[in-house]
Nanobody, 119 residues
Framework: VQLVESGGGLVQAGGSLRLSCAAS????????MRWYRQAPGKQRELVAA???????NYVDSVKGRFTISRDNAKNTVYLQMNSLETEDTGVYYC??????????????WGQGTQVTVSS
């Protein structure tokens, strides 16, 4: 399964961006979908997650500013990021738990998209 991310870029503090991640390939079902980010010199952290039923959770630092959503018909997960702060700068990765026809559950990662927030 391939994940293609888009929507990153350069934005001023206080601005907004919307990330997208589309999954394609041999997909029977998609379970949890997540966004991670990695800032320079820091470990990768989980930013937001959404289950197949639509339940969501967020890291405390983005609560009230970011919204994760999914379109099951398009096998796509989104991350709407508002009121961006310089601390949100980093490479954002999507991660998807899926199952292909006739296989065990697996996980896949996107290639990452850069988000840079300037002051």
């Amino acid at each position: 399964v391939q994940l293609v991310e888009s929507g990153g870029g350069l934005v001023q503090a206080g601005g907004s961006l919307r990330l997208s991640c589309a999954a394609s390939g041999n997909i029977f079902s998609i379970n949890a979908m997540r966004w991670y980010r990695q800032a320079p010199g820091k470990q990768r952290e989980l930013v937001a997650a959404i289950t197949s039923s639509g339940s969501t959770n967020y890291v405390d630092s983005v609560k009230g500013r970011f919204t994760i959503s999914r379109d099951n018909a398009k096998n796509t997960v989104y991350l709407q990021m508002n009121s961006l702060e310089t601390e949100d700068t980093g490479v954002y990765y999507c991660n998807v738990d899926y199952q292909s026809w006739g296989s065990i559950p697996l996980t896949s990662w996107g290639q990452g998209t850069q988000v840079t927030v300037s002051s």
